[in-house]
């Protein structure tokens, strides 16, 4: 069974187990009580969508390939939910009936969406500089999956790695450590997410890393980094940071420009990194978060 299937066979189990055991401790308890930690449930479920299902720092808990599915928590919360409020007495059937319905949906849909579609048709491109380029405006962070991997001596080609990411409209972190993970499976390479600042990101740059960059939602859209190079507010793209210069520029391997490598100011690597980035690591080396003073 693939990494996906373990996933999904691990969260449906959880799902229906928490469930159970919801519905048997809502049993004993007080209307009062119920009704309490459905309130409570409530708050962790829109605490966990609002903070933690994007947090790059869920890879610490759950390092497994499947993270994309494993470190999707709405299901467990849903079910948890869900059987409070099945044995609401108050509500009538056709209500809670509704509510559960409601829940599962909703939660089925959040699980199997980022594995809907599939990869887009892409080219095998590179440039003499060791670049992987994107030949589709979705694979960025594919094509710098493939330009890192070669640093170590992993081959790998955007195509393949837009598959192994789940790429779809765009990638999400979780689906480029999936990929990660999985081509560095059998090497002395693990791989790392790395949350820090940007000037720590210095103490972290005697190998290269894949960033997320782009210019945070409530930017300008005015800006000198829209109008001279083309940044939107809001989109993000993938870059491979390679090192930094004896100017202290970082120097980018971009997958959209072909023969280049650009050479960020530390202004312009402050406004444009996302604050998080992909390294690999040998087996058994430290964690970044264990070495970097806490961010």
């Keep these: 069974m693939s990494d996906l299937g373990w996933g999904s066979l691990m969260i449906a189990v959880a799902a229906v187990a928490v469930f159970l055991l919801s519905a048997r401790v809502t049993q004993r308890v ?25 947090d790059v720092r869920i890879s610490r808990w759950l390092p497994y390939s499947n993270l994309i599915l494993v470190g999707n928590w709405l299901p467990l919360l849903a079910a948890a939910l869900a059987a409070i409020v099945w044995h609401r007495p108050a ?41 992987c380029l994107q030949t589709t405006q979705q694979t960025c962070s594919p094509a710098s999956a ?45 791989v790392e997410v790395v949350h820090c600042s940007d000037s720590q990101l210095r103490q972290l740059a005697d190998r290269p890393l ?36 004896s100017s202290g520029n970082a120097v980018i391997a971009d997958p959209s420009l072909e023969m280049c490598r650009e050479h960020w100011p530390s202004d312009m690597l402050h406004t444009l990194w996302r604050g998080y980035a992909f390294r690999l690591v040998e087996r058994g080396e430290p964690a970044a978060n264990q070495t970097l003073a806490r961010y």
């Design 91 to 131: 509500s009538s059937y056709a209500r809670r009936m509704a509510c559960v319905v409601g829940l599962a949906s909703a939660a089925a849909y959040s699980f199997v969406y980022p594995l809907l579609g599939s990869a887009p048709a892409c080219g095998n491109r590179w440039d003499s500089l060791g670049t």
């Design 30 to 54: 007080s209307p009062r009580v119920s009704e309490v930690a459905g309130c409570v449930i409530m708050g962790l479920l829109f605490y966990y969508i609002y903070e933690l299902w994007y």
């Design 210 to 245: 894949i960033l997320s960059v782009g210019l945070s939602r409530g930017a300008r859209s005015d800006s000198d980094y829209t109008r001279e190079f083309g940044w939107q507010p809001g989109v993000n793209h993938s870059v491979v940071l390679l090192r930094f210069d």
């Design 146 to 190: 493939a330009t890192l991997l070669k640093q170590y001596g992993i081959p790998a080609t955007e195509q393949e790695m837009a598959e192994l990411c789940l790429t779809r409209h765009g990638t999400s972190w979780q689906g480029l450590y999936r990929g990660l993970k999985l081509k560095t499976a059998g090497t002395p390479y693990d």
